[in-house]
């Protein structure tokens, strides 16, 4: 079956940039997700990307696409302490709301 | 926030017993799901519903049975839990079934001893 893997912890400065990345074996996977997951709170989608695309850019949101490799991976410019969270890349073969398979997630900690 | 709540926030219960989760909404929207999140395995679907009476299963369906008998709610059963279903349950709600209108509900803590 599917698989999509994460790192799990990933430690930054704020100020500094995050990249978060994520390893995925579908190669039938069509949209490729990235969401953010506060304590205690459900998840919220941040962006995602269709495979035909190499890279999407949101203000401090960047999100790569290596279709060959099947990595994507997720930066964060000028990380502040807000930004700390749990992440999780998911993908899907439709942009459907019930064939997201989801990675354990990363979770970003920000060091003042 | 979209305006979607689940009751209870947090559950202890014992093996063998029933326990019903409950979501709702105020958004009027079609599709509504419920997930698990367990260490190391982000969300992964039980159920899901794309209209009142209309469900389908998900990815880990086995031992969950749910039920919409109108729109605004949906419910989680679990006829007899297991120290297994022992996870935190998420509800999401799309007015579309495309996966950037998605909104997922605070969550329910359950705990199976």
């Known amino acids: 079956g599917e698989d999509v893997e994460q790192s799990l912890f990933l430690s930054v400065r704020e100020g500094d940039s995050s990249v978060i990345n994520c390893t995925y074996t579908?190669?039938?996977?069509?949209?490729l997700y990235w969401y953010k997951q506060e304590p205690g709170a459900g998840l919220q989608l941040l962006t995602y990307?269709?495979?035909?695309?190499d890279m999407k850019q949101d203000q401090r949101l960047t999100v790569l696409l290596n279709k060959k490799d099947k990595h994507l991976s997720l930066r964060i410019a000028d990380t502040q302490t807000g930004d700390s969270a749990i992440y999780f890349c998911?993908?899907?073969?439709?942009?459907?709301?019930?064939?997201?398979?989801f990675g354990g997630g990363t979770r970003l900690m920000v060091k003042p | 926030d979209a305006g979607i709540t689940q009751s209870p926030r947090h559950k202890v219960t014992e093996t063998g017993t029933p326990v019903t989760l409950r979501c709702h909404q105020t958004?009027?929207?079609?599709?509504m799901y419920w997930y698990r999140q367990d260490p190391g395995h982000g969300l992964r679907l039980i159920h899901y519903?794309?209209?009142?009476?209309?469900?389908d299963k998900g990815e880990v369906s086995d031992g969950y049975s749910v039920s919409r008998s109108k729109t605004e709610d949906f419910l989680l059963t679990l006829e007899s839990a297991t120290s297994s279903q022992t996870s935190v349950y998420f509800c999401?709600?799309?007015?579309?079934?495309?996966?950037?209108?998605?909104?997922f509900g605070p969550g329910t803590r359950l705990l199976v001893l």
């Open positions: 999401a709600i799309s007015e579309s079934n495309r996966q950037e209108t998605q909104y």
């Open positions: 579908d190669s039938s996977s069509t949209y």
């Open positions: 990307i269709f495979s035909n695309m």
């Open positions: 998911a993908e899907s073969p439709h942009l459907a709301g019930n064939m997201l398979t």
């Open positions: 958004e009027n929207h079609r599709y």
């Open positions: 519903s794309y209209g009142v009476k209309d469900t």
